[in-house]
């Protein structure tokens, strides 16, 4: 069995989707951030060649969040749990478990999971990633404990060894940096995952690998340099450690800030000889009855703007209605507006010149100030010319910090190389210098 998970950062933005899972040939592919609500969903993305999907939508925040999992049809799941009630009480649309019947008799429960992206200092939206995943922790624990064998893919948000972080390993012999890092309760959670129940794929075939990344920073470019960090998993329950047979990270893959991460497991299944009702063949719009919700909602705002108009136009009885049309109404009415205006400049009285004692002496009468003038003179010359970087001498890029806080929206130069490893001369320089004073 191959399982691909990948965060594809918005499932609408991918180019030509079939051909992406053509390409990729997953029997279950596990996606994460879909952001795409049901009303959006439409046939090219809800049915692929020979796959069922399931997805999961955010009922709150819309273009949040969000996962899918589709399966192949030979695999086609005997049921499909959203675990809304369980662990994504925040209806963020978060976690999909699918259970198949293996050849030996035993449950084989595969879960999607998305856990939030948070880190400390970032008050309640931390709290609720260690609520999160603690839940996630409890659920699967109870599953394995049931004589189940359980996978755990997607994009779990945890960064745990020091090999798997391009930033982390710089400060390896940074004592202070890696007593941090340690300490962190979502490290320490996603650990005790591992000691108790679960293993992880790559480390159980690769241990010390390094360089295994799955997600870059898009905006510092650290794809380039392969600059990156590993928050994207498959997890096993240890029982079954022995059947992993390959690991890939698929990083020529582009369309997201993650890339595929695929793993073989030499599992056998039963398909279900019925589809779970979870599953989008069975949603009316997609049935042939409408192309879609969104498209039946677009087709019914258009009907009511058209009656709306309708409306407007049609006379009422006892009301004495205006003729005035065509070019000859616009005339009229340039020529009430202008009317209108030189009556009300007319009534504007004119500023009386102050007598001589009361006017300053630095700020002359119908003459601009010297800081006006400069500031004025700034903005049609435009921004000055970008300074380049104490690194490499070269021009530095332009940003704007997007991060809520004291600086937000304030614009500074840096160096416009890609992030990458601090002892590579391809690598952008500490240069950085505000625009904003």
């Not at 998305?114 to 309640?124: F, H, I, K, N, Q």
């Not at 490290?187 to 108790?196: C, P, T, V």
């Not at 009300?344 to 009285?349: A, D, G, I, L, W």
């Not at 003459?367 to 003179?377: D, I, L």
């Amino acid at each position: 069995m191959k399982i691909i998970t990948w965060n594809v950062n918005g499932l609408r933005t991918l180019d030509n989707f079939r051909q992406h899972i053509s390409l990729l040939d997953p029997d279950i592919l596990c996606l994460q951030e879909t952001k795409i609500s049901r009303a959006q969903l439409d046939n090219e993305l809800a049915k692929c060649c020979d796959f069922y999907s399931f997805f999961n939508y955010p009922l709150k925040k819309q273009g949040q969040a969000g996962v899918a999992t589709y399966v192949k049809k030979a695999y086609c799941p005997h049921f499909v749990d959203l675990l809304a009630d369980n662990l994504d009480s925040d209806q963020e649309g978060r976690v999909i478990a699918s259970y198949h019947k293996k050849s030996d008799g035993k449950i084989l429960v595969i879960v999607n999971g998305y856990v939030p992206c948070a880190y400390p200092g970032d008050g309640e939206k931390y709290e609720k990633k260690i609520k999160f995943l603690e839940n996630l922790k409890a659920h699967v624990s109870k599953l394995i404990e049931e004589n189940n064998d359980v996978v755990l893919a997607g994009d779990l948000n945890v960064k745990t060894r020091i090999i798997d972080s391009a930033e982390a390993f710089e400060n390896r012999h940074n004592s202070k940096f890696i007593a941090e890092w340690h300490s962190s309760p979502d490290k320490i959670i996603f650990n005790s995952f591992l000691d108790d129940h679960l293993v992880d794929c790559l480390r159980y075939l690769y241990p010390n690998k390094p360089e295994c990344y799955t997600c870059w920073n898009a905006g510092l470019n650290g794809r380039i340099n392969n600059y990156g960090t590993r928050i994207d998993y498959i997890l096993l329950s240890k029982s079954s450690k022995t059947l992993i047979k390959s690991c890939s990270i698929m990083s020529d893959i582009t369309g997201s800030d993650h890339c595929p991460f695929s793993t073989e497991i030499d599992f056998s299944v039963l398909p279900s000889p019925t589809v779970p009702p979870e599953c989008t063949i069975f949603y009316p719009e997609l049935r042939g009855k409408q192309t879609s919700l969104s498209s039946m909602f677009s087709k019914r705002k258009a009907e009511m703007m058209i009656e709306k108009k309708s409306t407007q136009l049609v006379s009422h009885p006892g009301k004495k209605q205006k003729t005035n049309s065509g070019l000859g109404a616009t005339q009229k009415q340039c020529t009430q507006t202008k009317l209108m205006f030189s009556a009300k400049c007319s009534k504007v009285q004119k500023p009386q010149a102050l007598p001589n004692h009361k006017r300053k002496a630095s700020s002359p009468p119908n003459t601009a100030t010297p800081s006006s003038a400069v500031s004025v003179k700034s903005l049609l010359r435009g921004l000055p010319a970008p300074p380049v970087c104490s690194g490499h001498q070269l021009k530095s890029s332009l940003k704007t910090v997007t991060k809520e806080g004291p600086n937000f929206g304030k614009r500074f130069y840096c160096c416009s190389l890609p992030i990458g490893p601090s002892s590579s001369k391809s690598s952008r320089c500490n240069f950085f210098q505000w625009l904003d004073k």
